[in-house]
């Protein structure tokens, strides 16, 4: 079992680098024995984000249901035969995850499925539960039987992870509305998306990363860099829409290049060596 445990972990880093060479970059830097967890927490997440983004022509309300099933299963039985759901499940029982971060997170992917245009009541909701959830996982892996540590650090990654989301929806507000039919921003018809409408959006998120900001200073040593790198990073994505017109930000999905990425990479690592981290 330790072995196929193992591979199944290496399953979840496998996806990873697959799928997000950014997140990777930041996991890669964390001190090794939290690779593991939060690998399989990603491949989890990714696999589940999948279904309801990309399986077009399948039943996507049956496979979420059975990923869904399989996982508690999983859960419960401290195994899987699906070595994503097993890596997964190693976490959520070694690290004693909270299954109502779990329940929140595929609701919002169930939201994924029907619904298309979201109140504010929803946009918070589905951001708790898509993005915020994955950082308190992230976090209990960080701080295992540190309780007060982990409360104290709680409302930071939450806003992290509110943050983080907010310019995803900004940067695929174009592919989501067009390939996906969804509008996730409240109140904003994005066919006719204004400056106001982008300013107001920007500056939420700038609070947000505000917000989160003592948090990530205060991190321990072993996860500050490579959660300092992520949010270096997704400000950069931030200020590159923030430089462009509403109307370019709905003809192009902007990166960050690895010329760019590697870039930030040396000065977090310098910023986070001689305690010169900054917003």
């Known amino acids: 079992m ?3 445990t193992s ?22 830097i964390l001190d090794k024995k939290y690779r593991p967890a939060i690998y399989a927490i990603y491949g989890f997440v990714r696999f589940a984000d999948e279904i309801v983004d990309t399986f077009h022509d399948q039943d996507k309300a ?8 399989q996982t508690y299963e999983a859960i419960e039985n401290k195994m899987s035969t699906n070595p994503i759901l097993h890596g997964f499940q190693w976490v959520v029982n070694t690290y004693s995850i909270d299954i109502k ?25 589905y951001i708790y539960g898509s993005a915020e959830v994955v950082g308190l996982m992230c976090l209990r892996v960080f701080y295992e039987d540190r309780e007060e540590e982990y409360e104290a650090l ?15 929806f900004l940067r695929d507000i174009r592919s989501d509305l067009h390939d996906r039919g969804r509008v996730y921003f409240p109140e904003v018809d994005i ?15 700038w609070e947000d ?34 430089s ?36």
């Not at 409302?155 to 995803?168: D, H, T």
Request: charge should be positive.
């Open 209 to 242: 990363f505000q917000d989160a900001f003592p948090g990530v200073k205060s991190l321990n040593k072993e996860v500050r860099l490579g959660v300092y790198l992520a949010y270096r990073y997704y400000l950069e994505l931030l200020k590159k829409i923030q």
């Open 62 to 69: 049956a496979l979420l249901k059975d990923f869904k099933q």
């Open 154 to 168: 709680l409302p930071a990654a939450r806003k992290l992870g509110e943050a983080f989301q907010k310019v995803n």
């Open 244 to 279: 462009v017109t509403p109307g370019e930000v709905q003809k192009t999905r902007f990166r960050v290049s690895n010329t760019s990425k590697f870039i930030l990479l040396v000065k977090c690592y310098l910023r986070n060596k001689f305690g010169w981290i900054r917003e």
């Open 7 to 28: 591979n199944a972990l290496e399953c979840g880093e496998i996806t990873t680098k697959n799928y997000s060479t950014s997140f990777s970059m930041g996991v890669r």
């Open 2 to 4: 330790d072995l196929y």
């Open 101 to 125: 971060l779990i329940d929140a997170f595929l609701h919002s992917m169930e939201m994924d499925l029907h619904k298309k245009e979201f109140s504010l009541e929803d946009y918070q909701e």
């Open 191 to 205: 066919d006719n998306f204004t400056a106001q409408d982008k300013s107001k959006i920007e500056q939420e998120i």
